[in-house]
Nanobody, 124 residues
């Protein structure tokens, strides 16, 4: 069992930065890949970023590549999403998710635990 709690969302202006955190409970955190997804109003949930259990392998959606960075601290059971150069199109609820395996994946069905989400709003 893994419980995930996101934090760090908020209202910012275009060009600003935010860092999201996802605190995980459960003994299997360090053996699982982790991911961030987001869902904007009226749109489907979409992949943002993922990293493997060790953090050595990371993948990003094209829309955030070069602006967002995913990382993890297994000692603290926490995964982060550093978001720079935010754009109004980044406005969404951001969800942290724990994968069923150690391998990074952009496919939402590879994740079996999800957080409650944190709102990010970027004004122009």
């Amino acid at each position: 069992q893994v419980q995930l709690v996101e934090s760090g969302g908020g209202l910012v202006q275009a060009g600003d930065s935010l860092r999201l955190s996802c605190a995980a409970s459960g003994r299997t955190f360090s053996s699982r890949a982790m991911g961030w997804f987001r869902q904007a109003p009226g749109k489907e949930r979409e992949f943002v970023a993922t990293l493997s259990w060790s953090g050595d392998n990371t993948y990003y959606a094209e829309s955030v590549k070069g602006r967002f960075t995913i990382s993890r601290d297994n000692a603290k059971n926490t995964v982060y999403l550093q978001m720079n150069s935010l754009e109004p199109e980044d406005t969404a609820v951001y969800y942290c998710a724990a994968a069923v395996s150690a391998f990074a994946s952009s496919y939402y069905k590879d994740y079996d635990y999800w957080g409650q989400g944190t709102q990010v709003t970027v004004s122009s």
